[in-house]
């Protein structure tokens, strides 16, 4: 499979043997898909700036004190190709790829667009992984049924995921509509920890993690933290999550639970800056860090 050569790959790597597909764990995976962005546009730039700032990303973690992608290895590859492709037809496209990828044996990092390619990544994971929770950091519930009557809509991609049955936990909820609001109090498939009330329960963390199942796939959304520390986003929020409260919660979860994949989402660049497609350039690596780092992925 084609990958992308230094320096265009994730974190620059410089080693043959440690960005080729075949010798591998990880794979970047590119979902630039923008079509029903409902505010600012130009999340479909998101993923190659994150690739591009993280080959500024110092490859030593000081905290988990090693250099997390040599004993991986990571691949990454070019953009998926969404040419006359929109809506159903763009979640079947992203679908088919991130099977592949899983068939192949790969820990799949997704980096997309607009939130609506999360719907395919899950998909593709359900198949592969029973008894699936969905860890969904984010400003906005994205549970409406449908929004401008598009059931594809990014605002609408936590509802697909709910009609599949899967269990659902939300970090950092602080805009949704009473139709949203409605259905996380009767589903009991929802669990939602609203940013409002997080800072004063000390024990939130453990709450949502006790509300998850053995298998976890992470769905982070750029504008699920605070603006101030994440300013290109498509549809900033004030009051939301920060650094180090953010990764004390992918810690625990990765301690305890089979985190299986992951994808990050929104991020809309801004000219002149570069701090939030580095912010999760380097959250991306951080994450890597943890999942293998308790290496429950060995189940």
Not at 82 to 97: L, Q, V
Not at 105 to 125: N, Q, R
Not at 143 to 166: E, P
Not at 252 to 266: L, N, S, Y
Request: with cysteine; glycine share 6%; aromatic share 10%.
């Amino acid at each position: 499979m084609d990958v992308l050569d230094t320096p265009e790959n994730f974190l620059g790597i410089e080693n043959k043997n440690l960005y080729d597909y075949q010798t591998s764990k990880v794979v970047i995976q590119s979902a630039p898909y923008e079509y029903t962005s409902s505010y600012l546009m130009g999340s479909s730039k998101g993923p190659e700036a994150i690739i591009k700032a993280s080959q500024y990303v110092e490859l030593y973690d000081e905290e988990l004190a090693e250099e997390t992608y040599l004993k991986l290895g990571i691949a990454t590859l070019p953009p998926i190709d969404f040419s006359d492709k929109i809506n159903e037809n763009a979640i079947d496209t992203i679908e088919r790829a991130t099977e592949r990828l899983l068939n192949d044996g790969k820990f799949v990092v997704s980096l997309g667009a607009e939130h609506t390619v999360t719907y395919g990544f899950v998909k593709a994971f359900s198949k592969k992984y029973a008894n699936l929770s969905v860890l969904q950091i984010d400003a906005h519930s994205d549970l409406r049924y449908a929004y401008h009557d598009n059931i594809f809509s990014h605002a609408s991609v936590m509802h697909r995921i709910h009609d599949m049955g899967l269990n659902i936990c939300q970090a950092g909820i602080r805009a949704q509509c009473i139709e949203e609001a409605e259905l996380i109090k009767k589903s009991t498939n929802i669990h939602t920890f609203y940013a409002h009330s997080i800072r004063s329960n000390p024990n939130w963390i453990t709450e949502l993690v006790s509300n998850l199942t053995e298998n976890v796939y992470i769905t982070i959304d750029a504008d699920g933290f605070d603006p101030s520390i994440m300013p290109g986003v498509g549809t900033a929020e004030p009051n939301g999550l920060l650094w180090n409260e953010t990764l004390d919660l992918l810690k625990k979860v990765c301690a305890t639970k089979h985190v299986v994949g992951f994808d990050i989402v929104e991020c809309a660049p801004i000219e002149g800056s570069i701090l939030s497609e580095y912010t999760l350039a380097k959250l991306a690596y951080k994450l890597l860090g943890y999942v293998f780092k308790g290496n429950r992925l060995s189940k």
